[in-house]
């Protein structure tokens, strides 16, 4: 069963940061990579950035550029979220999800699945 | 402004049919996957690749694109589809993703 678990809640400082670890189990590690994303309380989903855990690809969305970091250990089929100089605004669940893809007809797709738990950071002083 | 526009809300009388669309001009391009989420529960995927559904979901899901809106229908919408549908593709801008703002679906 392929599964993504994620750490649990973190409470932090405004200025701090903080480093989330989503460990995938259930298949080829190397072979998927692996998105981030957040949701803020009542509102909508927020793509953060993807890894490539078979190399040291990364790619953030240019909100988070300079701030978040995207990190893997492949000996413990881990990936690690950090993100620096947290605000009230970064208070979210952040979610890791498996990249899955196919080309169709010449077209292509991508989907995200499995999902981890969520981990519920809140930034407050 | 978003690349992915939904409607916030919409409506349905149980066992009734219900269209959810996602508009924008990536969609031309690249295939839509859907996502529902009920409260306080992580997102689930229900389609990809524009109208294949994963297993485990019922069948009365389906998906269909025309020009730059995806849609998701539910065909005989049943109380536990009332949830938060979220639509995502690839982004405009370099290798990027993006979401959609999210639908309320209620049935009635």
């Known amino acids: 069963q392929v599964r993504l678990v994620q750490s649990g809640t973190e409470v932090k400082k405004p200025g701090a940061s903080v480093k989330i670890s989503c460990k995938a189990s259930g298949y080829a590690f190397t072979r998927h990579w692996m998105h981030w994303v957040r949701q803020v309380p009542g509102q909508g989903f927020e793509w953060m950035g993807v890894?490539?855990?078979?190399?040291?690809?990364?790619s953030y969305a240019q909100k988070f550029q300079g701030r978040v970091a995207m990190t893997w250990d492949t000996s413990t089929n881990t990936d690690y979220m950090q993100l620096s100089s947290l605000t009230s605004e970064d208070t979210a669940v952040y979610y890791c999800?498996?990249?899955?893809?196919?080309?169709?007809?010449?077209?292509?797709?991508?989907?995200?699945?499995?999902w981890g738990q969520g981990t519920l950071v809140t930034v407050s002083s | 402004s978003s690349e992915l526009t939904q409607d916030p809300a919409v409506s349905v009388a149980l066992g009734q049919t219900v269209r959810i669309t996602c508009q924008g001009d990536i969609l031309r391009t690249y295939y839509s996957s859907w996502y529902q989420q009920r409260p306080g529960q992580a997102p689930v995927l229900v389609l990809y690749?524009?109208?294949n559904r994963p297993s485990g979901i019922p069948d009365r899901f389906s998906g269909s694109r025309s020009g730059n809106t995806a849609s998701l229908t539910i065909t005989g919408a049943q109380a536990e589809d009332e949830a938060d549908y979220y639509c995502n593709s690839r982004g405009i801008t370099g290798f990027s993703w993006v979401f959609g703002g999210g639908t309320k679906l209620t049935v009635l």
């Open positions: 690749a524009e109208n």
């Open positions: 890894i490539n855990p078979s190399g040291e690809t990364t």
């Open positions: 999800a498996r990249d899955n893809s196919m080309v169709r007809e010449g077209i292509s797709g991508w989907w995200f699945d499995p």
